[in-house]
């Protein structure tokens, strides 16, 4: 048997504020919250940023958020986990890298580049375009081919001038190799569609064969489109620079997109062995990688590999004979299934799902919702029958997501009143309860500086706490001071917490640490 019983309880979208206007928290009374800083373990989690896997200056979300809590681990993105070997220093001694340019040196050959050039970081990162030309300079390799898909789409339609000119700039100032060969419109490199044949070859063959139109600077081709008022970068056609800028024999091909779903059909012109989309013309001893895995099944060099998660909180209390509810509205079931078990929809045994309708943001439906919510929960606990339950409420987020600076205050002070209740009924029937969240919103409602309102994510940290009367004890105004402003950890963390609190093993998998021994 479990040393305790548990609830978790996820209120979405709510952050520790600023003490300025844009907190709402500071213009209600929210006895109850005031309450359990006095008397109860309680601390602050990092839910944005590297902390939880995301990019330095990212807000939490809830997928990520739920994702981190249910696993135990940081789980870093993909164009994360790359940027942080390029701070290290891990990326200049890369080995799947460095051998890149071990091949083109032992059969005298040529390394071509490729990938979206983009201001925004979705599906290529303008970062990682820079460090694979310091890594040829430091290589002292100068032979480097530039094949560059235009975006119009996730960056302003006609953005692509800029970026070249601060590339060349970047090249210029820093010594380093690399001349644009090509450029192409993502409608025909990364088309989606399955137009192989009228797309996907027309970028296939401008690298391969060097077939499109040709112009001799590719700022001054992009000027002159840049003249149609309805011009979009995305649609550019193919056009190559220098004539002898193509793949040829014994060259490398390295794509630098971190996104594989939209480089897929590309990447699977040059790498599948049974491709048969359109007659490719042959080419020997290609060493041809990506910087990410873009296809399943194949073997070709993958340099950054994601992440594997090996276990879940779920699995694991499944795996110890617990039973578990997991209680959310179905507009997110998701969060509680395929997120937080680590991108696996899987079911365990003993564990019963409890979907409830989903929330309407109207205040008179979402503060009725908001109770029966947790009538469905008091239920639940008054039948003792799990031992860990876990329940996700949308309130704070909605909330927040509205901008609506009077309704945050209404919903504060009606969740801290719920709040109070819910709390002793936990209590009264020897549940622990950890009350906590996935990202910031409800708490910054205005931007000060301009005074509008705010209703996205924030990189604000959440609250932890532990309610439970064996470690109920009053504080000193020093105390709750020092905790209402340290962050002790990450989401990371909470997992790990649980499993040390119901006294079991904490798995090696796991890169949180229970927030016990700073708490207690």
């Not at 696993?71 to 701070?87: C, D, M, P, R, S």
Request: proline share 4%.
């Amino acid at each position: 048997m479990p040393k305790k019983k548990i609830v978790l309880l996820i209120l979405d979208g709510w952050g520790k504020g600023e003490e300025n206007i844009s907190n709402p928290f500071r213009f209600v009374q929210t006895k109850n919250l005031d309450y359990y800083r006095k008397f109860f373990p309680f601390c602050l989690l990092n839910a944005s940023g590297y902390a939880v896997g995301l990019a330095s200056d990212q807000p939490g979300n809830c997928e990520n958020g739920h994702l981190v809590i249910g696993t135990g681990i940081i789980f870093y993105q993909l164009n994360v986990k790359i940027n942080l070997a390029i701070e290290s220093g891990e990326f200049l001694q890369n080995q799947k890298l460095l051998d890149i340019f071990r091949h083109c040196r032992a059969f005298n050959s040529r390394l071509h580049l490729a990938g979206l050039l983009s201001q925004n970081n979705n599906l290529a990162d303008f970062n990682h375009l820079l460090a694979l030309l310091k890594l040829a300079k430091q290589e002292k390799f100068n032979d480097v081919y530039l094949h560059f898909f235009t975006d119009g789409i996730d960056s302003p339609p006609k953005s692509a001038l800029d970026l070249i000119e601060k590339l060349e700039n970047i090249i210029q100032r820093e010594n380093l190799p690399g001349k644009i060969a090509t450029l192409c419109g993502r409608f025909y490199a990364l088309d989606r569609t399955n137009e192989y044949f009228l797309r996907t070859q027309r970028a296939f063959l401008l690298i391969i064969e060097g077939k499109g139109s040709f112009a001799s600077d590719p700022k001054e081709i992009l000027k002159e489109k840049y003249k149609q008022p309805d011009f979009n970068d995305s649609l550019l056609e193919p056009t190559i620079f220098d004539r002898n800028g193509y793949l040829q024999d014994n060259d490398a091909l390295l794509f630098f997109q971190h996104e594989g779903k939209s480089i897929f059909q590309l990447a699977n012109s040059f790498l599948n062995p049974n491709f048969q989309e359109f007659k490719r013309p042959t080419r020997k001893n290609l060493y041809i990688a990506s910087l990410t895995r873009y296809l399943e099944n194949i073997d070709y060099p993958v340099i950054f590999e994601e992440q594997k998660i090996i276990t879940n909180l779920s699995r694991i209390l499944a795996e110890n004979k617990l039973k578990q509810i997991k209680i959310i509205d179905e507009s997110r079931k998701e969060l509680l299934n395929f997120y937080f078990n680590g991108f696996i929809a899987e079911e365990h045994p003993g564990e019963v799902f409890k979907i409830l309708p989903p929330f309407d943001s109207d205040w008179e439906n979402l503060q009725k919702q908001t109770r029966e919510f947790f009538d469905y929960l008091k239920i639940t606990i008054k039948e003792g029958a799990f031992d860990f339950i876990v329940a996700s409420l949308p309130t704070f987020d909605l909330i927040g997501h509205k901008g609506d600076f009077n309704l945050a205050l209404k919903g504060i002070e009606e969740m801290d009143k719920i709040l109070g209740d819910f709390t002793n009924f936990c209590l009264e029937n020897n549940y622990t309860l950890i009350l906590t969240s996935d990202h910031g919103n409800i708490e910054k409602m205005i931007e000060p500086k301009s005074g509008q309102k705010e209703t996205l994510h924030n990189l604000s940290p959440v609250y932890f706490f532990l309610i439970d009367k064996e470690y109920q004890k009053e504080k000193t105004k020093e105390e709750i001071s020092f905790f209402n402003k340290k962050i002790l950890g990450s989401l990371v963390d909470i997992a790990p917490t649980i499993l040390d609190l119901m006294n079991i093993k904490i798995p090696k998998e796991f890169s949180g640490k229970s927030l016990l021994r700073y708490l207690l």
